[in-house]
């Protein structure tokens, strides 16, 4: 009597444990009740700008979508910190700029400084030194450019034949009534105007600027859109949301005066080699990226107070990306 007892007391421990261990299945990488390998959790950071959070909640859509369990921590920091957080493994992946990383990220490599602004070889040369130096995989980029730039009313572009800064040049020298408002950096600072006026041929007098304390780009782009004190060129980033709900131009810098910050997803090494496949999902997405989309997607959280994660997905959606 007393070893049939043990006999199913036995039974019964092997029937718990087998249940147990199928619950638990799915939470640790091995196989969900469904019978379908469970993948993640991974963590996705960004920058605390509009774009960072729109990036960010980007790349959460498709991993949710493929089966990823996702830990949210967008709007992790600065630069230094969303990096820092990287590089810990406190979050294994976040969008990051190709001009950021090539002149904060490695300060004691010695690279040529007209990579900067190449945007293949600026590309190339982080991906292999993050790579070899710090275990950092940088998958595909859009090919938006975040930099700084000029942007025009659409007006007058379209009036005079203006598309690039060259053409913008040529207009200042024929005479042509402009009027930039900027920040006293973006005045005075060797590579921003300067630069460009240097690459160019042209040179603003002091009557053709507005100078203002601050670089916040939305109060420059609101005064070249909206005229004020004659204002018709402001500084501005590539990628400023009000650029399109401004129906402002970004002109062209066939020149390439300024560092190309192209975005990219930045994963730690540990987790690409885990799950290979985030490469092939996120790749074609941020293939998609356009400035112009990256300037409207912006538009809907800064100017129409959109939620980053609704704008994401409604946009993946709409493209096919995501069910």
Not at 84 to 93: H, V, Y
Not at 126 to 147: C, F, M
Not at 149 to 157: D, K, Q, V
Not at 191 to 216: K, V
């Amino acid at each position: 009597m007393m070893r049939k007892l043990r006999a199913g007391v036995l039974v019964l421990v092997v029937v718990l444990a087998l249940v147990l261990g199928g619950c638990a299945n799915g939470e640790d990488g091995s196989p969900d009740g469904d019978g379908t390998e469970a993948k993640g959790p991974v963590s996705v950071g960004s920058k605390i700008d509009t774009e960072g959070g729109v990036l960010g909640q980007i790349m959460i859509a498709v991993l949710e979508d493929d089966g990823f369990e996702v830990v949210d921590k967008t709007k992790t920091g600065t630069t230094e910190v969303v990096r820092a957080a990287l590089t810990s493994g406190e979050i294994d992946m976040y969008p990051e700029y190709t001009g950021t990383a090539i002149t904060q990220f490695f300060p004691g490599e010695d690279i040529d400084p007209s990579v900067t602004k190449d945007a293949d070889a600026c590309y190339d040369t982080v991906k292999e030194l993050d790579a070899e130096l710090n275990d950092i995989v940088w998958l595909d980029r859009s090919s938006a450019n975040n930099t700084w730039a000029i942007a025009i009313p659409r007006s007058l572009a379209e009036a005079e034949g203006i598309a690039t800064l060259a053409d913008w040049a040529a207009y200042i020298n024929d005479g042509g009534e402009v009027k930039l408002v900027g920040s006293q950096e973006f005045v005075d600072r060797e590579d921003a105007l300067p630069a460009f006026e240097q690459a160019y041929g042209f040179d603003l007098t002091d009557e053709q600027l507005i100078i203002l304390s601050g670089g916040d780009t939305a109060q420059t782009e609101a005064a070249a859109a909206q005229g004020t004190n004659g204002a018709n060129a402001a500084m501005a980033y590539g990628t400023d949301g009000s650029l399109a709900a401004l129906d402002l131009v970004v002109l062209d810098d066939p020149m390439g005066v300024q560092p190309v910050y192209q975005p990219a997803p930045t994963v730690r090494a540990e987790v690409m080699d885990a799950y290979p496949e985030i490469a092939d999902l996120l790749g074609p997405v941020f293939a998609a990226l356009d400035l112009e989309t990256l300037q409207d997607l912006n538009g809907k959280v800064a100017v129409e107070g959109q939620d980053p994660a609704s704008v994401a997905t409604d946009w993946l959606r709409a493209e096919g990306f995501i069910e």
